[in-house]
């Protein structure tokens, strides 16, 4: 096997003579770049390793380039035996597992599609695609760059898929077995079409504005007849494409809005093609007259640019797939007899019993058959502090064992269980949420009626005058008054927005939502990792602090939010790590209250007043006043004892958020009322609320997921509700609430339903979203203001006969480069000046 970084697979120097002072240099391929592709080479693989190579597959691969020797093969392939993962992948031969992923073939062969993570460059394709060469079994490995997916083909009686993914892991690819997605590839073939007519509008529009400079330039210096009709022709050719293909979308939508008598903005739009077009062929024919291509095809080209944005926001509103397996493990221990198997979690059953060890996440619902732990299910209830859980106690999926191991009996699996159903409350509040309807479709059906009407007038108007004037002037004003910008204004605005807001690092996955934020309505908001840090920190300690290494000594020997708490707080006030701790003696945990052991020779207790009690320990009045004062602050009280004497007391909590205070006060003054959700027992959650000065009565505390899917029920109907949550047990109600904001470090659950990720840590970027909110949604209004003031002006000076269909369509575009320029300056999403 070839080792990362050995000496066989480090790239030969080339001596180089420096020209100008004549020393001798090496020849590399260029700082921070790999030596065999020169692309940029990771941080992390050149601080951890040095490597010059930009991932395993061009290290590899270098190395079978240069080395041309078929025994390599063989070498690569003992990779089977050593490398970074020590997982086994057993779960993948289980028969269940090979039903739902794998498809048999007539042929006898078996094909998976797996995603590979890691995969960076061609040269991890080109070492991936040699696996069927030093792997016996494999039969063909396809891999697709772009979705990072492999298509493997193999032999199940030849070689084992466990024994295939171990070697795509420990060469440094890790496996996961393809999700399905109908609604995703269902996406890919409308996003493709998009992007088919997006790009023959482009051409069409831009090819034709070319000829249209030839023209107009030979109206002032002079053109042959040949020539002309070439060019005339030739954008006749040109626009018929654009007008048939891209653009039969509009001429769908208006042929709609008569059937359903439905007045839409695609019927002025329609409208105005058909007889801009048939003006420009008839002129064409003629010999004379303006023929209108270029004002056409770039008019169906920006519309379809504001179609396909509207489009993508769609998309990114409604992107929540697959929550449940985010949340649940791939799979479980599953106890049968007197061996524990490595199963998918497809195959747990009703009544199977489940071995979980500590820190693993519980796979399905069930009840505790033998075991005490401490079960973190904060994932689920926001409720920061662990549940201590004992034989006969129900425990649920996707919590986390924290600290010993359980054996439970299992009740529901998969939707069935409350983490599923909970999803299913998500995906029905994301699919509940009705899209916006823009201010410019608002007013559409108005603008519609008004145009057709108007053109009628000109056409009745000018009727005396002659047909030809008459038509003419009515073409003038169709043309004129096309909402191009109408269509431009709210996309465009809200695009640019997108993008500042991007650079802020503020992801608004929903453009409806900087509409809805504009205006001020009712903020409802966790408490646990979205007004506080999340993680739990020792903000009080009163006592003796000489005994900190014995203390770390005891609390290393578990995994718990308050040991790991008490650790970093000793760590900070020795000013680092803590090296060469002694060794504990019968240490033991005590779930739910805390934990004991020797060290040193000293008898140490650490955990809660009752456990303390227990053992014979007295507290003090001077005691009892500092743990009163802990308990006012809402924090958690831990009391340590040496040899039965109490020699201090401890507070921990979730400190809050430097920001938080500062931020709710702004938005308080904009006009927001704020609330708190939390799954946090009210003594934690009600001195939070006192420091924010958030009025008790929109203080909900040890509150249920569904508890907050209900209030926010509730809110909505009452005007604008906005939820900010980071955890699985808020996913629900951002779904459901007119705006959900995940905040920074959320859950995956949380970040796939809401509008917005706020990925910068605090409430800071709260304030820039709701402020940017506001501006952008100026912007909109000034944009559709101008919009419309221009096409009343044109509409003026075509019903009094002051422009031509020439001038017509020179002036149309003003408006819509106007639009743009507008949206480009809008100033929203900068950075806040305190």
């Not at 070839?2 to 004549?22: A, C, F, H, K, L």
């Not at 073939?189 to 790009?199: A, D, T």
């Not at 040193?600 to 001077?622: D, P, W």
């Not at 900010?724 to 959900?740: E, K, M, P, Q, Y």
Request: hydrophobic share 45%.
């Amino acid at each position: 096997m070839i080792p990362i970084n050995s000496p066989r697979s480090q790239p030969e120097r080339t001596p180089v003579i420096d020209e100008i002072d004549g020393s001798e240099t090496t020849q590399t391929s260029g700082p921070g770049t790999c030596i065999h592709c020169d692309l940029p080479i990771p941080t992390t693989r050149q601080h951890s390793s040095g490597s010059e190579f930009c991932c395993a597959g061009c290290e590899v691969a270098y190395a079978i380039l240069q080395d041309m020797d078929p025994r390599l093969l063989e070498e690569i392939a003992e990779a089977k035996t050593a490398g970074p993962s020590e997982l086994t992948y057993e779960e993948m031969d289980h028969p269940r597992f090979l039903e739902l992923y794998a498809h048999q073939l007539d042929s006898g062969l078996n094909r998976i599609r797996l995603h590979l993570e890691g995969i960076h460059c061609a040269s991890c394709v080109f070492v991936i695609e040699k696996l069927p060469e030093f792997l016996p079994g494999v039969i063909n490995a396809r891999v697709n760059l772009t979705t990072a997916t492999l298509d493997c083909f193999w032999n199940p009686d030849a070689v084992a898929l466990s024994e295939i993914t171990r070697t795509l892991d420990r060469l440094g690819y890790r496996p996961h077995p393809a999700q399905p997605n109908e609604t995703e590839r269902l996406y890919r073939l409308e996003n493709r079409k998009h992007l088919i007519c997006l790009g023959i509008a482009g051409a069409c529009a831009g090819n034709v504005m070319l000829i249209a400079f030839a023209l107009y330039a030979g109206m002032f210096t002079g053109m042959s007849a040949e020539h002309l009709n070439l060019f005339r022709w030739t954008s006749a050719g040109l626009a018929l494409v654009s007008i048939f293909w891209p653009g039969q979308i509009f001429f769908r939508g208006a042929l709609l809005a008569i059937k359903t008598r439905v007045p839409h903005i695609d019927l002025p739009v329609a409208l105005g093609i058909t007889i801009g077009g048939i003006a420009g062929l008839v002129n064409s024919i003629r010999g004379s007259g303006e023929i209108y291509f270029d004002s056409l095809t770039v008019l169906i080209f920006l519309l379809l640019v504001g179609r396909y944005i509207q489009f993508r926001q769609q998309h990114h509103a409604l992107s929540q797939l697959s929550l449940l397996k985010n949340i649940t493990p791939r799979h479980a221990r599953l106890v049968t007899g007197t061996e524990v198997l490595t199963v998918p979690i497809e195959v747990l059953q009703a009544e199977d019993e489940v071995e979980v060890r500590a820190g693993d996440v519980i796979p399905a619902d069930g009840v505790i058959l033998s075991g005490d732990s401490s079960v973190d299910e904060s994932i689920l209830t926001g409720e920061s502090r662990p549940r201590r859980v004992l034989t006969g106690g129900e425990v649920t999926a996707g919590t986390l064992n924290l600290t010993s191991p359980l054996r439970m009996q299992v009740q529901s699996v998969g939707e069935q269980t409350r983490i599923g159903r909970l999803m299913n409350l998500v995906e029905l509040g994301v699919s509940s949420k009705l899209p916006l309807i823009e201010l410019a479709n608002r007013i559409a059906g108005v603008f519609v009626v008004t145009v057709i009407l108007l053109s009628l007038l000109c056409l009745g108007l000018w009727w005396s005058s002659g047909a030809k004037v008459a038509v003419a002037n009515a073409i003038s004003l169709l043309i004129a008054t096309c909402p191009c910008a109408l269509g431009l204004a709210t996309p465009l605005a809200l695009a640019v927005a997108q993008g500042k807001a991007a650079k802020r690092s503020i992801l608004i996955n929903s453009g409806d939502a900087v509409e809805k934020l504009a205006r001020p309505g009712f903020l409802w908001l966790d408490k646990t990792g979205t007004l506080t840090t999340g993680k739990m920190q020792v903000q009080f300690w009163q006592g003796d602090q000489s005994r900190f290494r014995e203390i770390a000594t005891l609390e290393q020997q578990v995994v718990h939010p308050i040991a790991t708490a008490i650790l970093g707080y000793i760590e900070q006030q020795s000013g680092g790590a803590l090296t060469d701790l002694p060794i504990p003696e019968d240490a033991q945990a005590r779930p739910g209250k805390g934990i004991s052991g020797t060290v040193n020779g000293h008898q140490l207790l650490i955990g809660t007043e009752a456990l303390l009690t227990s053992e014979g320990c007295r507290v003090s009045t001077e005691s009892q006043q500092s743990i009163a004062d802990c308990r006012a602050q809402g924090l958690t009280t831990v009391l340590i004892a040496v040899d039965g004497e109490l020699t201090a007391v401890c507070g921990i909590g979730d400190s809050l958020r430097p920001d938080s205070h500062a931020t709710l006060e702004h938005l308080k003054a904009a006009g927001w009322s704020i609330g708190i959700l939390s799954g946090d027992h009210g003594e934690i959650v009600n001195p939070i609320a006192r420091q924010l000065d958030i009025d008790p009565e929109f203080v909900h505390a040890g509150v249920l997921p569904e508890e907050k899917l209900q209030i926010i029920q509730q809110s909505t109907p009452q005007g604008l509700t906005v939820m900010v949550g980071d955890g699985v047990n808020d996913s629900a109600a951002l779904a459901a609430a007119s705006v959900g904001i995940a905040v920074h470090g959320g859950a995956e659950a949380s970040l796939q339903v809401a509008d917005v990720y706020l990925n910068r840590p605090g409430l800071s970027p709260l304030r820039e979203l709701i402020d940017g909110a506001r501006m952008t949604n100026q912007v909109i209004i000034r944009n559709l203001l101008i919009s419309l003031a221009y096409n009343l002006l044109a509409a003026g000076l075509a019903l009094g006969g002051l422009i031509n269909p020439l001038i017509a369509a020179v002036l149309m575009p003003i408006s819509s480069l106007t639009v743009l320029v507008l949206s480009f300056m809008n100033r929203s999403f900068r950075e806040t000046r305190t």
